[in-house]
Every structure is written in C-alpha cells, then in structure tokens.
Nanobody, 120 residues
Framework: QVQLRESGPGLVKPSQTLSLTCNVS??????????WSWIRQPPEKGLEWVGA???????SYNPALRRRTSISRDTSKNQFTLQVSSMTPEDTAVYYC????????????WGKGTLVTVST
C-alpha cells in the first residue's frame, strides 16, 4: 500500500517562502513511469494542480504558478519537496501530495493534506 504524508508549517507570513515535504512509503519515487504531484485546494474552491516531479526527476508546473514554484526530491529519503516563494493570502489552501499527474481522476494515492494559512 502506497502512503504519502505531507509535512511543513501551518502558518506562513506574506512574502515568505513555503516549503512542504511529502514522505512516500510503499513505492519508490523512481518507479517507472509514475509522477508525483502537489495539488492544493483553497477554501471553498476546487482542486488546483501545482506541479509534479516525474520518475526521471523531470519537473512540470502549473503555468500560473511556475515563476514561484519549485519541486525537488531526495531519493535516499524517498521524499519530494514543494517550495512556493512570495506567498500571499491567496495561496492559503490545503496542500496535498499525490501519485499521478493531470486530471484528478489520474491520481491513485493521496496524502491527507495539510492546511497552510498565509497571514501576518
């Protein structure tokens, strides 16, 4: 059974950089041909794909967030990390990590999500 768990700060101040980590068990980040994504859901809004890292280490990002977003991984720890710079209150959301990419129906395993609030 694949399990994902998000960790990181629950509160970030405006202009700061958010850093979240997703720890994966039950599968390897390098297993062909999976993608590992970050997805977020602002309050009372729908799911928004943030970006993904492929089994090869290649990354792809939501064009709307690309300038502020970076995804990396540590294969020795089987974890991948999301960084979002210049955070604003509009970035307040529940952040999920999941296996898959693209349409919501493509994800087969999800973390429980972690709420990140951007506020002074």
């Amino acid at each position: 059974q694949v399990q994902l768990r998000e960790s990181g700060p629950g509160l970030v101040k405006p202009s700061q950089t958010l850093s979240l980590t997703c720890n994966v068990s039950g599968d390897s980040l390098t297993t062909k041909y999976y993608y590992w994504s970050w997805i977020r859901q602002p309050p009372e809004k729908g799911l928004e794909w943030v970006g993904a890292i492929a089994h090869s280490g290649g990354t792809s990002y939501n064009p709307a967030l690309r300038r502020r977003t970076s995804i990396s991984r540590d294969t020795s720890k089987n974890q991948f990390t999301l960084q979002v710079s210049s955070m604003t209150p509009e970035d307040t959301a529940v952040y999920y990590c999941a296996r898959g990419v693209g349409d919501v129906s493509n994800y087969d395993f999800w973390g429980k999500g972690t709420l990140v609030t951007v506020s002074t």
